[in-house]
């Protein structure tokens, strides 16, 4: 288990210096949204809770099925993170800004559901926790109402920008999770 989590730990590095460094490919920010400041401020209390966390005994996982189940749903998570961010090309940005001349994608995993982003980068903290210590879990939840906040001013401005198509793109996609939400 020790081996799996420290290959996890490598792997979220990896994930966020590689997602940073994407943020240079993507076409320039209009407005950045409400919540920019505040999303630095969230982020940096993640991080204490996840180190913190991620090092004390008490809610540590030690069941090789849950590790089995959690690695697997870390790297689903990752994956459609990663596929989405493919997809979204130079349209991607930080959450809730827009950017100059936007366009609408709906191919790939935006098939199935309009943020898969925030999808996968919860399902991959969902898997963390089970492979790693249960205090993931809150992370998520703190991470899940910032997800759902964001996406809705994301859907508030999609609406503006493309009156006709996104509507009608909506009527036809989950949000976050294929077939149910």
Sequence with gaps: MHTLRLVIEILWAVFWIGWLASAFTAKRSVSRGPGFLRTRGLAAIAVVIIVRGFHGAALTVNSPVLGAIGAAMFAAGLGLALWARVVM?????MPMSQKQ?????TSGPFRFIRHPIYSGILLAILGTAL???LIAIAIAMI??????YS?????RNLVATFPDAYPEYRAHTKKLIPFVI
């Design 89 to 93: 090309g130079r349209n991607w940005g």
């Design 101 to 105: 001349d936007p366009e609408l994608v």
């Design 131 to 133: 492979v790693t210590n």
């Design 143 to 148: 991470l899940g109402a910032y997800f759902i």
């Design 151 to 155: 996406a809705t001013i994301e859907e």
